[in-house]
């Protein structure tokens, strides 16, 4: 089941089905508004206007046409008009409202009797006779037995053509209606047609066959048009949401690539919505980042030559020039005194060898890092016990909580500890050193100390190395800080998170 449901949670058919269901609700809406109206509106306005009344007259118009062989005979056929009304009595009677048929009985009681009455006035026939029951075939027929017929029967027997003058309410229920009985060559008028229709209550109406009707038709358009459109609703809406979702994939795509430091890769989106003008916003913010990116490493290898050019100004030059001068010194007094002499050599010695010494630690500062198969700790190890042994200081490497961590971080905390131990080889005259790196799941922890001489860490100081390692770890989103006091050695500490490591190597 969750195998199932899981791609309806996607955002591709979240907005399928929202088009699904906005497009059959919108139709919904519309169809029962329809209904409303028709209910609310349409059957007053035809209850309370002449639409009934106009049908009725055309409608019994043509029953009369139909009635009129039965009266051109001599005398009357009055059997046959028995029949004729006795059908007409059992049958659903249609009327025409714009040449289309009309149920009457939707308005009216099907029992509404129809009269015939000939042009002496005799009844001819009747198709309810129970509702008349005082009616008698052959007999004059009284006019008060329907009231308000007496005028609509004369106007008919006048041959009167306006509707108006062929339709009466006998009361608020009651329509009475009569036309007159053409002959076949239209010169006489044979007898009157009339009709008694009694309306059925607007509330009776509403809960009659008219409105099951219109719920048989609302279910109907709920089966065949709501269906139809929510079929449109889901193509459309899939089709749409395809489009979308593909130009969401294209940023998302584009932004692990920006995570991993690829910001060549282009969010390629032409439009001009809102999507557009984010993935445009998008790329100009990945070109200023690798701008960035660049000037920092130019700056970077910019401070790294101007450190290389102080060092070897304020150490390598200065113990060369030395050097010279002892030689230059010996070689005036070599023959004059060669004991003298042999000590400048021997000054010169020394200082050959110290600038040896500063070289080296040059070199090693170069040299990038073999990190990505040792890792920090077993490169800390070897570079402690190689340093040592090249300046003779004894130092004492320790790990707490090993484990594999983030390329930057590793390449950062190395060199570091490289800056820093160039720094306690040139400077501190220590004897011994400690370094000690400490891992967790937060962060992790470089503590180097010396025994050396120490330094007032509130006075300023030009140097390069401690700025450069404050910037290295900043970087990172880490802290540097410094214990120092004079003639009782220096530690330095450095503290990095790991949560935000690779959030601020990206910056």
């Known amino acids: 089941m969750r195998n199932f449901i899981a791609p309806f949670r996607r955002l591709r058919w979240k907005l399928t089905l929202s088009y699904t269901a906005v497009t059959v609700g919108a139709l919904l809406a519309v169809e029962l508004l329809a209904i409303v109206a028709v209910l609310v509106f349409i059957v007053p306005v035809i209850y309370n206007s002449d639409l009934v009344p106009q049908a009725l007259v055309q409608g019994m118009k043509i029953f009369a046409a139909e009635v009129c062989p039965y009266l051109e005979e001599e005398p009357p056929d009055v059997e046959g008009l028995a029949g004729w009304l006795d059908t007409m009595s059992k049958s659903d009677a249609n009327l025409m409202i714009n040449n289309r048929p009309v149920d009457i009985g939707e308005f009216a009681n099907r029992s509404s009797p129809i009269l015939v009455v000939g042009a002496d006035g005799t009844l001819l026939g009747v198709s309810h006779p129970d509702v008349l029951p ?290 306690v080889a040139r400077h501190s005259r220590a004897a011994s050193i400690e370094v000690v790196l400490s891992i967790d799941d937060r962060s992790v922890r470089l503590m180097i100390r010396d025994d050396g001489k120490g330094f007032d860490p509130d006075t300023s100081h030009d140097g390069f190395g401690l700025r450069s390692m404050q910037e290295r770890i900043e970087s990172l989103g880490g802290t540097l800080s410094i214990t120092s006091t004079p003639g009782k050695g220096t530690r330095l500490t450095i503290c990095c998170p790991l949560e935000k490591s690779e959030e601020y190597a990206h910056d």
């Not at 430091?261 to 980042?289: K, T, Y």
Request: glycine share 6%; hydrophobic share 45%.
């Open 134 to 423: 005082e009616a008698e075939i052959g007999e004059l027929f009284d006019p008060e037995m329907v009231p308000g017929s007496e005028q609509l029967i004369q106007a008919a027997l006048a041959d009167e053509t306006d509707y108006h003058q062929l339709y009466a309410f006998a009361d608020d229920t009651t329509l009475v209606a009569a036309v007159p009985i053409i002959s076949a060559d239209d010169q006489h008028v044979l007898g009157t047609l009339i009709m008694i229709v009694r309306y059925t209550a607007p509330g009776a109406f509403l809960g009659g066959t008219a409105l099951l009707q219109l719920i048989a038709l609302f279910g109907q358009s709920l089966l065949c048009f709501t269906t139809t459109a929510g079929i449109i609703g889901t193509v459309f809406g899939f089709l749409t949401a395809r489009g979308l979702v593909r130009r969401l994939h294209r940023l998302a795509e584009a932004g692990t690539a920006w995570s991993q430091g690829d910001f060549a890769v282009v969010v390629h989106d032409p439009s001009g919505d809102e999507l557009g003008q984010l993935a445009q916003r998008m790329n100009v913010m990945a070109e200023q980042i690798q701008n960035l990116l660049d000037t920092r490493r130019e700056l970077a290898v910019i401070e790294e030559r101007n450190r290389l050019a102080r060092d070897l100004h304020d150490s390598a030059k200065q113990q060369a020039f030395a050097t010279a001068a002892q030689l230059s010194a010996a070689r005036a007094l070599i023959n004059k005194d060669p004991q003298a002499a042999e000590g400048h050599l021997a000054e010169a010695e020394k200082l050959a060898y110290d600038l040896r010494q500063e070289l080296t630690l040059l070199i090693q500062e170069l040299r990038p890092p073999m990190l990505a198969g040792e890792g920090l700790a077993n490169s800390l190890r070897a570079y402690i016990a190689d340093w040592s042994h090249q300046n003779d200081i004894q130092a004492e490497a320790r790990v707490q909580g090993e484990r594999p961590l983030p390329l930057d971080i590793e390449q950062t905390l190395f060199r570091i500890a490289q800056e820093a131990l160039s720094n």
